[in-house]
């Protein structure tokens, strides 16, 4: 059985990869490591040790105390508190993911690092976007999340970790809020097209984006590290996606559920120039080909499941 530390387990990954984790290995067996506490409704599911990444000692005890065999380390800053905050964003992601791969060199961890379709930048061809490719990002997340691939990349050939990852699009969900990034219209969107029938959008109507539901982000992420280690001929960064969409289809899809739905837009210039820099669509076929990757949800998919979940759940509050 596995012993496995979920780093950044407070965010909207990680509380539901923790919660994941514990309906497959039993909840003695996940421990989660924030600087903050999970919300309400996560904090009696499994250990969680408050805990930051930047401080090696921190992560050691952590590691020692439950004797962990595999890290799934989110911790991170995203792309839009990022740009606020350059120098917290180097020091999380980078100081934060090489003390993880430096544990995991010398307590033989295995490791999933999620990248990020910011890893890719302005003169990277925008559609089908191929799994090797041209990376010079423009946002410090981006910088950051190239640098960390490579440092991946460094790990295993040099050291031997195991350490394995995809690169995430936008990334849908309904139970924790997104941290701070581009693609959080997409979430947003919801939460107010159901409270109050808008929604303000701060990217263009027509900017193309990956973007993938959780449960299937969920599903990558355990798929990538239980693929066969001989399978694979790429190990870190894969792109995976499972659709390319703008806030304009979001709003219509949506509009087939709450037909009086208005969408306005009022452009922030920082995130767009973001989401203009970054692909619209990803080619992954290397994740099908090397680890059987396939996605369930597509927008249509998305949209209702997200819509049924969320309804009751925000009508109970209000
Ligand atoms: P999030 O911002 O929701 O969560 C990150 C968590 O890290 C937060 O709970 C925060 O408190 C914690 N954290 C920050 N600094 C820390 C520190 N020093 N020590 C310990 N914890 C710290 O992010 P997320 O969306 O869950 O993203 C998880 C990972 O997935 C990140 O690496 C991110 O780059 C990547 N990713 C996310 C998306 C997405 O759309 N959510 C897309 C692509 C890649
Ligand atoms: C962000 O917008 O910063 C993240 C991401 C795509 O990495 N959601």
Redesign the pocket.
Do not use: E
């Given at each position: 059985m596995k012993r496995i530390l979920v780093?950044?387990?407070?965010?909207?990954?990680?509380t539901e990869l923790k919660r994941l984790l514990i309906k497959r290995c039993g909840s003695e067996n996940v421990v989660g490591?924030?600087?903050?506490a999970p919300p309400d409704e996560f904090m009696r599911e499994g250990p969680f040790e408050r805990?930051?990444?930047?401080c090696v000692k921190d992560m050691e005890q952590v590691i020692q105390k439950y004797r962990i065999d595999t890290v799934f380390?989110?911790?991170?800053?995203?792309s839009a508190?990022g740009e606020r905050k350059p120098q917290l964003a180097w020091?999380?992601?980078m100081d934060?993911l090489f003390n993880v791969l430096e544990l995991a060199r010398s307590h033989g961890c295995a490791v999933f690092?999620?990248?990020?379709?910011?890893a890719f930048g302005p003169e990277t061809p925008k559609l089908d976007t191929p799994q090797d490719t041209l990376q010079r990002p423009t946002s410090i997340?981006g910088v950051t999340?190239v640098a960390g691939e490579l440092l991946c990349d460094y790990y295993h050939e040099r050291f031997g970790v195991d350490v394995r990852g995809v690169?995430?699009?936008?990334?849908v969900?309904n139970e924790?809020?997104?941290?701070?990034?581009t693609?959080?219209y997409a979430v947003e969107i919801f939460y107010e097209a159901i409270r109050k029938g808008r929604y303000t959008c701060f990217l263009k109507p027509d900017t193309a984006l990956d973007m993938m539901y959780m449960p299937d982000?969920l599903n990558a992420a355990v798929k990538i590290m239980e693929a066969p280690s001989d399978k694979l001929i790429h190990r870190n960064a894969f792109n995976v996606t499972a659709m390319s969409i703008t806030p304009a289809d979001l709003a219509q899809e949506i509009r087939r559920h709450i037909p009086g739905f208005e969408i306005q837009y009022e452009v922030d210039p920082m995130r767009q120039a973001i989401a203009d820099s970054w692909p619209d669509r990803m080619d992954d076929s290397a994740a099908r080909r090397e680890w059987g990757w396939a996605p369930e949800f597509d927008l249509e998919t998305m949209t209702a499941d997200m819509i049924q979940t969320l309804t009751p759940r925000l009508k109970l509050k209000s």
């Open positions: 780093t950044g387990s407070s965010g909207q990954i990680g490591g924030d600087l903050k805990l930051d990444v930047t380390h989110l911790a991170a800053i995203l508190v020091k999380v992601n934060g690092v999620p990248s990020s379709i910011a997340y999340k690169r995430y699009p936008g990334i969900s924790t809020l997104p941290g701070g990034g693609t959080d982000a």
